[in-house]
């Protein structure tokens, strides 16, 4: 009589289980693909808004190529360098890049640089900085990120590339100081990353003709 019972559960557990699963699975289905077009088109405005429509005529979505350098850019994974042109002559790039020393975890920032190696503007991706402090970073908290347009790696020199707490020029926040040295760091190493790699990143042929080969 126990073994007919246990059996009887251990059928209804099972039933409840592959029910359990079905549903994740039809929901994963269902809400695969609007998650996917929701990121494309964050993805779309944070690229638009650091590279001007004026500086291209190609869809600087589709013309990226996949580059990692844990050193440079915070990461060993592949991680997407989107090529702006006009009249087919390269104009910009938006580097990919993660600052590992946030306060509270990895800062995933999207870096405009001009072909004369000039920031053109800068957004952060994804953070979890903390709230009324080092979310400051994101442009629809202050206006602070937009203080890396026109700088390069000679402006200013390198050893100006901090926080003004660290004898740099970049402003720090009231009570927060951990996350813009983060993220002044990361911006700084993605211009470097540019420098020694520019001919390579406007050259190398685009990645998405290739999967789509496949």
């Known amino acids: 009589?126990?073994?007919?019972?246990?059996?009887r559960s251990a059928l209804i557990l099972a039933l409840f289980a592959l029910v359990g699963t079905g549903l994740v699975a039809v929901i994963f289905t269902e809400t695969e693909e609007p998650i996917a077009n929701a990121e494309k088109e964050y993805m779309l405005r944070s690229l638009h808004s650091v590279i001007k429509s004026e500086l291209h005529d190609n869809d600087i979505f589709t013309d990226y190529i996949e580059v990692d350098s844990k050193d440079l850019l915070g990461t060993g994974?592949?991680?997407?360098v989107f090529r702006a042109r006009k009249n087919g002559q390269p104009t910009a790039l938006a580097i990919t890049t993660i600052a590992q020393e946030?306060?509270?975890?990895?800062?995933?920032?999207l870096v405009g640089i001009d072909t004369m190696g000039t920031i053109i503007g800068v957004r952060v991706l994804a953070h979890r900085e903390t709230p009324g402090l080092g979310d400051a970073i994101d442009e629809k908290r202050s206006n602070w990120i937009f203080g890396f347009e026109g700088h390069?790696?000679?402006?200013?020199?390198?050893?100006?590339?901090?926080?003004?707490?660290?004898?740099?020029?970049?402003?720090?926040?009231?009570?927060?100081?951990?996350?813009?040295?983060?993220?002044?760091?990361?911006?700084?190493?993605?211009?470097?990353?540019?420098?020694?790699?520019?001919?390579?990143?406007?050259?190398?042929?685009?990645?998405?003709?290739?999967?789509?080969?496949?």
């Open 1 to 7: 009589m126990l073994a007919k019972h246990m059996s």
């Open 77 to 80: 994974k592949p991680v997407p």
């Open 102 to 109: 946030g306060y509270v975890g990895p800062i995933k920032l």
């Open 152 to 214: 390069s790696l000679t402006n200013p020199e390198s050893n100006k590339w901090r926080v003004r707490r660290d004898g740099g020029v970049f402003d720090q926040f009231t009570g927060a100081t951990i996350t813009p040295r983060a993220v002044v760091k990361a911006i700084h190493q993605s211009l470097i990353f540019f420098e020694k790699n520019k001919e390579r990143l406007f050259s190398q042929k685009s990645a998405v003709p290739e999967k789509l080969e496949k």
